[in-house]
């Protein structure tokens, strides 16, 4: 008799944890990818770990800045890299419509701006001051820009703003924006071979700070509001007359919808928390190592149970 009780009881609490698990809609939980490396990757490591707790996913390519109006509306699930110099304003703007929630912050600090690698300052010795940089723009002339200093920043979607900063604070550069982030490390890359100085769109956590040692240019310091208000910084006419955040957070945002209709999955999703150097090492096997995303997020898994193990259990 009591082996028949202990034997009822087992079956109840595996019925009872069937039952929860079965409260995940059957609907594909959607996952956006977009144009930098990292956030491909993670966004696949999370997905795979759903995966493997039962759950359906997709993977749709989504506009960096729309993404977040896409989460508030339900046709995008959830966002797993929102950079607070990057898409601040946009995830902010989406948060005061509704229909989107803060998730999680991850534990990586980041940082996104102009940026240099170390052979230039031997030619700028001022740098990392802005200033300074503005007094070498010739060294950074090219045919494209005539006397003038070329800065290269990011893809035109990552709105960040460098035509906006080079009128604020008067400075004699002309504005290029890069295609791809590809294109950026093409851009040191071939700088390199000649030691010719150059200033990039840059960001940490990712790669290339192992493989170029390098500096962000130090701006007027972020004051909240310099990029709403124009009587916040250095020039009372203008915005973006100052530079990105130094310590900028790397949160998790996702439909407020989710945690009723995928419930298991968003308990996942609240534990989830990369670090720089996790991040930098996604980013390293894509585009050092040349592996597909869905293959790195694989490897990653493989090799990093022991930190998402946590994350599900």
């Not at 034997?7 to 144009?35: E, R």
């Not at 004051?223 to 310590?247: I, Q």
């Not at 790397?250 to 308990?267: C, V």
Request: aromatic share 10%.
């Amino acid at each position: 008799m009591k082996n028949m009780t202990t034997a009822l009881t087992a079956g109840v609490l595996a019925l009872g944890s069937t039952a929860a698990m079965a409260q995940d809609s059957s609907d594909p939980i959607v996952i956006p990818i977009h144009n930098w490396s990292s956030q491909i990757v993670m966004s696949n490591v999370v997905g795979q770990i759903l995966e493997q707790q039962g759950a359906a996913v997709e993977y749709v390519t989504t506009d960096s800045q729309a993404v977040y109006e896409s989460i508030r509306l339900g046709d995008v699930t959830f966002e797993v890299e929102v950079w607070e110099g990057a898409f601040g304003a946009s995830f902010r703007a989406a948060m005061e419509k509704g229909g989107i929630v803060d998730v999680a912050d991850h534990d990586a600090v980041t940082r996104e701006d102009w940026w240099y690698p170390m052979w230039t300052k031997d030619a700028c010795p001022g740098l990392p001051d802005w200033e300074a940089l503005n007094d070498c723009a010739a060294l950074f002339a090219t045919a494209e820009t005539g006397e003038q200093g070329r800065y290269l920043d990011g893809p035109v979607d990552w709105l960040k703003h460098g035509q906006e900063r080079v009128e604020a604070l008067d400075m004699n550069f002309v504005v290029v924006n890069a295609g791809s982030a590809a294109a950026l490390w093409a851009e040191i890359g071939a700088a390199e071979a000649d030691q010719r100085p150059v200033v990039v769109f840059n960001w940490t956590p990712n790669f290339a700070e192992a493989v170029w040692p390098g500096e962000f240019v130090e701006f007027p310091p972020y004051e909240e509001g310099c990029d709403t208000d124009p009587s916040v910084g250095v020039n009372p006419d203008a915005l973006y007359d100052c530079g990105n955040p130094a310590t900028g957070y790397l949160k998790i945002a996702a439909w407020e919808g989710m945690e009723e209709k995928w419930p298991d999955a968003y308990a996942v999703l609240e534990q989830v928390s990369f670090t720089n150097p996790q991040i930098a090492e996604m980013a390293k096997m894509v585009d050092i190592d040349e592996m597909e995303p869905d293959e790195a997020a694989a490897v990653w898994l493989e090799e990093n149970e022991d930190v998402w193990g946590a994350w599900v259990n």
